[in-house]
């Protein structure tokens, strides 16, 4: 085997080997990688008000996710923090279905130029 199949093995298994959170047990020596859908890709229903999160909690279930990530500006009245009842309700839904909630992204800015911003943002 040439060194160059070597270094691309090793290097499709390192994932693997740095997070064996990733991994869940499977049948016999076998493992399933978690699989988590992105709010975003409901983003036309969602921003339209034709589904909620719930009902995005709904389908993950229903298609085998494990998990789903929120995405925070679907929150109701984002950017607001949603009252504590509305993310309960969600969490226990999640959790009823057998879902985690892998993250909640939020919109950021990372590239802004005004440095005096930053500072006020930072400290």
């Given amino acids: 085997m040439n060194k160059r199949r070597i270094v691309l093995k090793t290097l499709a298994s390192l994932p693997f080997l740095l997070r064996p959170s990733l991994l869940k047990a499977g049948h016999g020596d076998c493992f399933k990688l978690k699989t988590s859908l992105n709010a975003f890709s409901f983003n036309e229903p969602l921003s339209k008000g034709e589904i909620n999160l719930f009902q995005a909690i709904d389908y993950c279930a229903e298609q085998g996710f ?58």
């Fill in 66 to 123: 494990d998990a789903i990530d929120t995405t925070a500006y679907y929150f109701p009245g984002y950017p607001a923090v949603p009252p504590d009842d509305y993310i309960f309700a969600l969490k226990k839904k999640a959790q009823i279905l057998g879902l985690e909630i892998s993250g909640t992204g939020v919109r950021n800015d990372f590239t802004n130029p005004d440095a005096e911003k930053d500072r006020k943002t930072f400290n």
